[in-house]
Every structure is written in C-alpha cells, then in structure tokens.
C-alpha cells in the first residue's frame, strides 16, 4: 500500500477510535457522527451508537468513503468494542473491526482481560517480511483498544498522557501533549474543549523503515480536541488533524450527543 493509502487507514482507525460516549449509572444511548475531510473536500464519513449500563459498556460503529478514488482506495468499515468501565479509563474485554480498502479486506478480533490481551485474530493473516518488527507477549500487556482507549474519564490528566494502543496487529503510542483550549461547536454540543498535541511512535507490528511509517512517526502537528460531555463526566474527541503533503485530512464531529 502506498503512503496515500497507509494515512487513509491511519485516519480511518481515527474515527473509530473517536466514537465512544456518556458513561452513567443508567443506561445512555450515544449517537455520534464524523466528516472526514482532505483539504476541505469530504472523503468518508463515520457514525456510532453507543451504550453504558453501569459499570458494563458497547459500541458499535460504522464508516465509509465519500469519493477521491485518485487518493483513497474506496473503503467501508465497521467496528464493535464492549467492556468494563473502570475510576481511570474504559477497559475493553472485546474489539473487532471489518473493513474493506479497495479489493482488499480483513477481519480483526482482539480479546482483552485486564488490560493484557489473551487473544488476536486476524483474517486473513498479512504476509510479514523478512524486516517486520514482531508483536512480542510484552507489547500486549496493559494496552488500550483504539476505540474506547481514547475516552477518558474526567478528573484524569487528558494530556500530557501516553496511550498504549494494540488494534489487533500494530502495538503503537500515541504521546499527547498540551496545546491549551479551543470553542468548538457542533449538533449537541458547544463550549470549551481541550486541545492535545499527537505523536505517532510505532513499537511493533509493522515493516522496519517502511516509509508511511516513518512519515507519520516524524509528524508534530497532529492534533486531537476532547470536550466534555457533561452527563457522562467524561472528554471523548470531537477534532481531529492529520498534516499531509496532499493537505490537512481532518476528522470533525458533527453530532456529539442526542
């Protein structure tokens, strides 16, 4: 796949990441809706539905391209995670995604069990070679998901902080950084959100020296904003910005909430 393709993924696994929502002592039903964008020109959009009961949470979420087959490969994706909300974080117990690039497709199923993964399935399995950097038993302890692994729970550091991220065949950080405060204001929501610097640092699963790699590795202006959604007392993200040579891809909630 080439670099044009490899950001398209990465943005993709972005709007994923950035579909959960209100956590509550009752049951919450959350629909949440994303544009993504390159330069300004619709590319995908993505929707989710979310559910907390207590402690025990699921969501469900699905994507699909919008056109610019010249720089994307044509994609449609779906997702579903479901686990325990946890004082500091959401843990998942279990991930899946199922997408399609092009004429290509794979199915990813991740098992969780206290934040260590006990089981990864990948369908079908991706040819390594010779330079591939391996996901070893260490790189799968005290991991996030990339879906619920970005909702944080207030009264926790949004950023600085580093999240451990295993989707199911990469094991990578994400190092957020403070930037301060922007407004932002869409359907459901409008007032203050936190703005996070993003570095992408890859640790496993992946080709040594790959070049999409590497380019998203040397990349500091990336940038995620969190608002709170007050009812669930927690900040998911609403705003995300990804520099490209083609132009910046964004990935902007236009529903946050009922």
């Excluded at 080439?2 to 579909?19: H, P, R």
């Excluded at 994706?77 to 399609?100: K, P």
């Excluded at 407004?183 to 929501?189: C, D, N």
């Excluded at 998911?236 to 009922?258: C, E, M, N, Q, W």
């Amino acid at each position: 796949m080439n670099k044009q393709g490899w950001i398209a993924g990465a943005v993709a696994s972005l709007a994923l990441m950035a579909g959960a929502a209100p956590v509550s002592a009752e049951e919450i039903l959350h629909r949440t809706e994303y544009s993504i964008r390159l330069s300004g020109l619709p590319v995908a959009t993505a929707s989710f539905r979310s559910a907390f009961d207590g402690r025990r949470y699921s969501i469900s979420g699905s994507m699909s391209s919008a056109g610019l087959a010249d720089i994307f490969a044509r994609t449609k994706g779906t997702t579903t995670v479901s686990g325990i909300v946890s004082r500091d974080r959401l843990r998942a117990t279990s991930y899946s995604v199922n997408y399609q690039s092009g004429k290509r497709g794979r199915a990813i199923d991740v098992t969780f069990r206290n934040g260590n993964v006990v089981n990864a399935s990948m369908v079908p399995p991706r040819k390594k070679p010779d330079n591939w950097v391996p996901v070893s038993t260490a790189d799968m302890r005290s991991v996030l998901d990339p879906i619920s692994g970005l909702i944080i729970p207030a009264g926790n550091r949004i950023c600085p902080k580093t999240l451990p991220i295993f989707d199911g065949e990469s094991r990578l950080d994400l190092r957020l950084t403070s930037k301060g405060t922007r407004s932002y204001t869409t359907k459901g929501f409008a007032g203050e959100v936190t703005v996070c610097g993003i570095r992408f640092i890859p640790k496993s699963g992946y080709r040594k020296g790959r070049e999409d790699v590497e380019y998203l590795r040397r990349l500091s202006t990336m940038e995620i904003w969190f608002a709170k959604a007050e009812a669930a007392n927690v900040y998911a993200p609403v705003y995300v910005k990804i520099p490209t040579k083609l132009g910046p891809v964004t990935v902007s909630a236009t529903r946050f909430g009922d």
